[in-house]
């Protein structure tokens, strides 16, 4: 792990992700059991002190009912924030004081991290999440934000954008989407609320101690200095248990979060390759002053998800919930001398850090056209689909950079604005044939998005157009625009693509796409994230889902060969070693009858989903091929099974 190039397993992290879960579980359990324990326990002493043997009441029944009353309250402060938190990634960063960086931004700092974060988005497999500035912090850090990768949010400190060069920057990016793929963020926020329920008496501590300090005296009232003094110490022992929930705090931050930094360190590099991005970003966090802590109020609570320290710990680097930056710098860069950077000062400098001298500039062209060479050799390579799920190499990053570069810029400005991203899946929606497009745009003008009918047709003269390959990651970039419409517009778009879609009365496989897409990223930011409970362990009873899914896949790739998609339906069933599959005729599986089967799969548990993948790949990699057919619907079986994936590389060959 050391050279940060070992391959992240999407399917391992997952399940380590649950584990980290029913360890928070546990220690927000004990922590709550102590501090109730310690009140329950301090009371019964008062009480049985100044009560003595005529006590009215058993001094363990006081104690009782105070540890009770102890644990409601905390229990009651966790539940709150929980329900507060609801809203995912972007409750998260407007709490944090953050504000959404507009699409449209003429900021080149702003501009420069939205294209990385888009750049990752579509190399991952995953829509593009909106990014938020926290203004006002100038440190340098960074979190990922949300229940799952459509909810997901990125926020960064303004000292992260002016202070990081682009390859850093871009380090700092893939950190914070290695969170995003391996099942940290969940788990984050809900440490914000358990963590929130334990703190909580300190906080109030804080509130009656500062009430008791500041009341008014009376002039002589004897009942008055002897209100304040029980108010002063009821204050004062708050404020000790309040610290042992403080401390407990920081144990669970430390005992979970830990470790996912290294690891998502090491995702950073085999991502990009190229640990000196990664490595030079916390060079330079090393060498800020303040490094990255954060002046909101929420800091502590969210320290846990910050891609460095964000507080200044009173327990020391043991129970930091981070592990200590030297580590972590050395754990990328083996060679690391000890020395830190400086936060980038002004353009100029950054320029020079990015480019070099202009004789610098020259061999840094001929390396890169080398590195190109070499990232094509590995390109060619034979490659399992499945290693890609939440794995996106260096590769992948260039391919997504070519691919954005390579959509029209009126096309990706309109899908980076929530007024102009409807229009732009809109525009790929509309039909060729005149008599279809016809009814499709008057549909669209008298059903309350007349104004964006222009818009819709302008565009379509470029999506007609529009390279097959292109056209998914297209309406990722949309995703993120699409989240900032209000209800009412979330409802009236979601009816207008339904209409779309049914105006030829057939339903053909990038209009299945879409909708699932949408259904799965954008309908989730709208009504909320739904938790699926697993209810299959075994694949044993799920013959018939798995004949159409695979069926469906063999079809696609081979229409017109039946022998071709028998081999192809083979070798995906062989994988599974389920008896009874079938391929079944084109009339018996397809798109609608694949939907009703995958709504079934995703219920099955993880490591068996990661089966059902491999068979799907599998068959479509009968012939070591992928047709634009295959590639979209393997996109959209990933997406359905809540896996993200990748996309394929020109050329790629597969196992």
């Given amino acids: 792990m050391s050279n940060g190039l070992a391959t992240m397993d999407f399917f391992g992290q997952q399940d380590a992700a649950r584990k980290r879960s029913r360890l928070l579980v546990f220690l927000y359990a004990f922590s709550v059991l102590l501090i109730c324990s310690i009140i329950g326990g301090g009371v019964w002493i008062v009480y049985a002190m100044q009560a003595g043997e005529k006590a009215p009441v058993h001094p363990v029944l006081v104690a009782l009912v105070a540890a009770i009353i102890t644990g409601l309250v905390i229990g009651g402060g966790s539940l709150y924030r929980i329900a507060q938190l609801r809203g995912g990634g972007s409750t998260v960063a407007s709490a944090l004081g953050g504000r959404r960086i507009s699409a449209d931004t003429t900021d080149p700092d702003e501009r420069r991290v939205l294209n990385v974060v888009e750049e990752m988005a579509i190399a991952s497999g995953v829509p593009v999440p909106p990014v938020y500035l926290l203004e006002e912090e100038t440190g340098i850090n960074a979190f990922a934000a949300g229940y799952s990768p459509g909810d997901a949010v990125i926020g960064v400190t303004r000292g992260c954008i ?54 008014p005296r009376g002039r002589s009232s004897k009942d008055n200095g002897t209100g304040l003094l029980a108010l002063l110490a009821l204050g004062l022992l708050l404020l000790v248990v309040g610290s042992i929930g403080s401390f407990m705090g920081r144990v669970i931050q430390a005992a979970v979060s830990r470790q996912r930094e290294f690891l998502a360190d090491a995702a950073a590099v085999q991502f990009t390759r190229n640990p000196e991005g990664i490595g030079n970003a916390l060079r330079r966090l090393g060498g800020v002053s303040g490094r990255g802590r954060l002046k909101s109020a929420h800091a502590e609570e969210a320290n846990h998800m910050l891609f460095g320290e964000g507080i200044r710990s009173s327990f020391g680097s043991a129970l930091a919930s981070h592990p200590p930056l030297h580590k972590r710098i050395k754990a990328v860069l083996p060679g690391w001398d000890g020395s830190m950077l400086a936060p980038v000062v002004d353009l100029k400098q950054r ?256 490591r068996l989903k990661r089966d059902v993948l491999q068979a799907a790949a599998l068959c479509a990699a009968s012939d070591r091929t992928i047709t634009p057919d295959e590639a979209e619907l393997l996109r959209a079986i990933g997406d359905m099974l809540g896996v993200p994936t990748p996309p394929l590389l020109p050329g790629q060959k597969l196992a």
Avoid at 408 to 414: I, N, Q, S, T
């Fill in 351 to 606: 320029e020079i850090e990015e480019h070099g001298t202009p004789a610098q500039r020259i061999d840094r062209a001929a390396a890169a056209k080398r590195a190109i060479t070499e990232k094509s050799a590995m390109v060619a390579e034979i490659l399992p689909l499945l290693a890609m799920a939440g794995n996106p190499a260096p590769a992948h990053v260039e391919h997504a950079r070519r691919i954005i570069q390579a959509i029209p810029a009126r096309l990706k400005d309109a899908a980076r604005d929530p007024y102009g991203s409807r229009a732009v899946v809109y525009a790929l929606l509309l039909d060729g044939r005149d008599e279809i497009r016809a009814p499709q745009l008057d549909h669209l003008r008298t059903h309350g998005d007349a104004p964006v009918v222009h818009l819709v047709e302008e565009l379509a003269r470029q999506t007609v157009a529009l390279d097959r390959h292109l056209r998914l990651p297209l309406l990722d970039m949309t995703l993120g625009a699409l989240a900032d419409l209000s209800d009412q517009q979330h409802e009236r778009f979601r009816s207008n693509l339904s209409a779309l879609v049914e105006a030829d009365n057939q339903l053909d496989l990038f209009e299945w796409v879409t909708l699932k897409l949408i259904e799965k990223h954008l309908d989730e930011r709208f009504e909320g994230d739904v938790r699926l409970t697993t209810q299959y362990y075994a694949l044993g009873r799920l013959e018939r889902e798995l004949s159409v899914l695979l069926s469906t896949m063999a079809h696609a790739g081979h229409p017109e060969g039946a022998e071709e998609a028998k081999k192809a339906f083979d070798l995906g069933a062989r994988s599974l070693k389920v008896d009874g599959l079938d391929l079944l005729g084109q009339d018996e599986c397809g798109l609608i009858p694949l939907e009703s089967a995958l709504e079934t799969l995703n219920s099955v548990a993880l």
């Fill in 162 to 215: 002016v202070g990081l060069t682009r390859d850093e920057l871009q380090g700092v990016i893939a950190h914070e989407f290695s969170h995003i793929l391996n099942g940290d963020m969940r788990l984050n926020i809900r440490m914000i609320g358990l963590i929130n329920g334990i703190i909580l008496l300190s906080l109030a501590g804080h509130l009656v101690f500062r009430a008791a300090v500041y009341t």
